[in-house]
């Protein structure tokens, strides 16, 4: 590979996405003010699709000011209800109160990634996943919020469908790995015409 690939990301499980479909890369951190930036899209009434579009590209273009040549990926995941972004929950009780508040209903995930190179926006997808949640008790949410919290308090919407939040879905369209954080199939399809990665 001549271009060294750096993911702009801390993400373990977007590490592990690129890691299992064989893409040598690189963690290099974007240090990003999220909530800030998020607060100024939000009072600019951005769309929850664009403000993930633009986190995912605020972290590629951080890390690629400092790697000329590189091709430096970012990425940024949120969580669209009927119109509103929701964050990741900062207590077990805000957690609670959104997946009461989502229970029986729809709302979507939007996965974005941007690739930066030399400065400047090469390659950008966002992809999306509609989901609808069972009609789940008090009880059962309450007990998961609280078997779960250590691992969900780091996930937009306070579930993670790799592990027991699978069980508080009805149906779910589209693309497992926007699920997951990462628009991986289209990202490896530009990356293999690019010649990035063989094919």
Known sequence: MSVPILL????AIRAQLLENAGVPFVVQTARVDEETAKRALLAENASPRDIADTLAEMKARKVSDRNPGAMVLGCDQVLDFDGQLMSKSETPEQALAQLKAMRGKRHMLLS???IYQNAQPVWRHVGQ????MRASSDAYLKDYVARNWDSIRHAVGAYKLEEEGVRLFATIDGDYFNVLGMPLLELLNFLAVKGVIDQ
């Open 8 to 11: 702009a990301s801390g993400s």
């Open 112 to 114: 974005a990634a941007v």
């Open 129 to 132: 996943v509609r989901l609808r």
